[in-house]
């Protein structure tokens, strides 16, 4: 009995297509467009429809989609849906439905259920291969059948080069063997559609929109029938439409394509009249999307395992550094403490223990400074260590009074200081001025304050050397004026020295030496002027005041710069009154540095007349000799080059 709902189909086609009851097509649920283009869809398939048409072109599909499919003839209707899943490894699954039943002999041709499972997988160089399993039951008189076969397909499709394509690059082909396995059970099966399809299509870019397509295909059947096909297409934007030979019969298709979604129609004419109408839905990201996402989360990953291994060693770098600055601070190395602590805080600047720790190192620090500057006397280095202190830490009482009491040791010894130059100054002027008794008493008051004034203990030495040298002149000088009968003179230098050294016995054996030799000349002189016309011996010529006179301006012309009549002087002294005073001991400083300066002008003959001059006074002197001995080397030198270089 004819069903209601069947009925109303077959009126439906009845009104669309007068002659749709010449008879049935037995293949898959047509895909709307794919069914204008024959064989040739083999080539051309959507991988939306891929499933059904050719199982190979899943491998095209970019991201998951849908279909959803119908075909009506006179008596046959069928439905489809399907399926299919990119994933990252590379092959692309596909899982579908089919039903077909017949609307005038239900009880003839029983209904049919298959699902259908595909994959497909790239093989490079534009090829892709898959294959579809399909597992089916048909159902008649209360009996169901189950079987399955197997469809293998191969598409080679490649893709178009930007810069410039290669003509090759405008082919595609496809070859399906359909039921390759012979489907069981075989008898009035409506799904045997055993055979082989193959389609090979060229398409061409028109500019701008517009694409344009021809496709060939053919059918070959197991009883060896075979429908040859051609279809032309063409696109505009997502606009499709074809129109192509099946067998010799018209068939038309258009479709609309929007990116997530398709909508097919496509009419095959001749004996069967058939509609075939697809809607594909596209969603979800595509497999370039997933795996640009995938290698960012995997980035993300390694980032973030990254920054925990990272984060992990900086803790414990973290905690090493203070370890350490706890150690070095209770080792009194508040130096190094702080900078591991100043560290510390650079890393984990909100850290408690570093914050306060390097507050504790730099306070402890100043502290350590500022006895190291009391202890070496640098009270006003401490005072500003002791600032710094109280800089970090202004709570500290105890710092603060230390720093008022070395404020008050700071201006103590400024005023010491004072005391030192003022006094070290007084020393410089009295041993310019050859008062070294005097410059000996401001050195002794400068060491007394600071006993490691160097520059003092040194001139207080010269002074005290140039003191007995000028003592023991005098002594000499008097002894001379005393052997030479020149009491008075001899009485005159004696007293200058007593005035300067009171207690020196020698000077003062001399004195006596020369008022009682004196006593006994004046005794001498009245008794031979008592006597009558007795000539006397004449006496000694006495040194003249005017040899003292001699020495005196010497000496100030010394103390005037001039060294050379300062020398001058001293020479005409030492002619009248040889070893007088200290004549001789200036001379030789005199020659030795006068020589000095000739023989470092070049002046070597002049030089070494000067030296001879000072080993006249003092032969012993081996500095002499050897500037001596050397200027002589050097004068020779020069004359034996003067010789060898004349013609």
């Known amino acids: 009995m004819l069903h209601p709902r069947n009925a109303a189909w077959i009126l439906v086609l009845a009104t669309l297509r007068p002659d749709a009851a010449l008879g049935a097509s037995h293949g898959s649920p047509g895909s709307g467009f794919e069914a204008a283009l024959g064989a040739g869809a083999a080539a051309l398939v959507d991988a939306s429809a891929a499933l059904f048409e050719n199982p190979a072109a899943l491998a095209r599909a970019d991201r998951p989609g849908t279909a959803i499919g119908g075909e009506s003839t006179w008596d046959v209707q069928g439905l489809r849906f399907g399926a299919h899943l990119p994933t990252l490894q590379g092959p692309v699954w596909g899982i579908g439905y089919t039903r077909w039943e017949s609307l005038l002999e239900p009880a003839r041709l029983p209904v049919q259920n298959a699902v259908h499972v595909g994959v497909a997988q790239h093989l490079g160089f534009g090829l892709a291969a898959g294959g579809a399993l399909e597992l089916h039951s048909q159902e008649a008189s209360g009996v169901r059948d189950n079987g399955f076969g197997m469809d293998l397909a191969l598409q080679w499709r490649p893709t ?44 061409q870019t028109l500019g701008g929109r517009w694409n344009a397509a021809l496709a060939l295909g053919l059918e070959a059947a197991r009883d060896s029938r075979r429908a040859f096909s051609a279809a032309a297409c063409t696109q505009a934007g997502g606009v499709q439409l074809a129109l192509g030979v099946r067998d010799g019969d018209l068939t038309a298709g258009a479709a609309l394509d929007r990116g997530t979604w398709r909508i097919g129609y496509a009419l095959t004419g001749g004996a069967e009249l058939g509609q075939h109408v697809g809607v594909q839905l596209r969603f979800g990201p595509g497999v370039h999307e997933r795996r640009v996402a995938e290698r960012r989360a995997e980035e993300l990953q390694m980032a973030a395992n990254t920054m925990r291994i990272v984060s992990a060693s900086r803790n414990a ?16 190395q508040y130096a190094a403490s702080a900078d591991l602590y100043a560290l510390a805080l650079a890393r984990e600047p909100y850290d408690v223990r ?5 507050r504790q190192a730099r306070h402890a620090g100043r502290l350590q400074e500022a006895d190291t500057l009391i202890q070496a006397g640098d009270h006003e280095g401490a005072a500003h260590a002791l600032e710094q202190a109280l800089v970090i830490v202004p709570e500290d009482s105890v710092s603060a009074e230390r720093l008022l009491a070395e404020r008050r040791a700071a201006h103590a010894a400024d005023r010491t200081q004072s005391e030192i130059a003022r006094r070290f100054q007084a020393g410089i002027d009295a041993y310019a001025q050859q008062r070294f008794v005097d410059a000996v008493h401001h050195f002794d008051e400068v060491l007394r304050l600071d006993r490691h004034h160097a520059a003092a203990a040194s001139y207080r030495k010269q002074a005290r050397a140039a003191h007995e040298m000028r003592v023991r002149g005098g002594l000499r000088s008097a002894r001379a004026l005393v052997d030479a009968g020149d009491y008075d003179q001899a009485r005159a230098v004696l007293h200058q020295l007593l005035e300067l050294i009171p207690q020196n016995s020698e000077a003062r054996k001399l004195l006596a030496l020369a008022d009682s030799r004196a006593e006994a000349a004046r005794r001498a002189e009245s008794e031979h002027l008592g006597t009558s016309g007795e000539d006397s011996a004449p006496a000694p010529v006495p040194v003249g005041p005017e040899v003292s006179q001699l020495y005196d301006q010497g000496m100030q012309l010394y103390r005037s710069g001039d060294l050379v009549g300062a020398m001058r002087a001293w020479e005409d002294v030492a002619g009248r009154a040889p070893h007088f005073a200290e004549v001789d001991q200036y001379l030789l400083r005199g020659y030795r540095v006068t020589g000095l300066e000739s023989y470092t002008e070049g002046r070597l003959r002049e030089a070494v007349d000067i030296w001879e001059k000072a080993l006249r006074l ?30």
């Open 354 to 358: 570093a914050r306060t720790g390097l």
């Open 317 to 332: 770098e973290f905690e090493t550094w203070i370890e350490q600055a706890e150690a070095d601070f209770a080792h009194g």
């Open 160 to 203: 178009l080069s930007a810069e410039k394509p290669r003509p090759w690059q405008h082919l595609a082909a496809g070859l399906v063997l359909d039921d390759i396995v012979e489907p069981q059970p075989v008898a009035e099966n409506l799904r045997d559609r055993r055979g082989v399809r193959t389609g090979v299509a060229w398409s």
């Open 618 to 647: 003092e032969p012993d002197n081996e500095q002499l000799r050897r500037y001596v001995n050397q200027a002589q080397a050097k004068l020779a030198r020069a004359q034996s080059s003067e010789t060898s270089g004349r013609p």
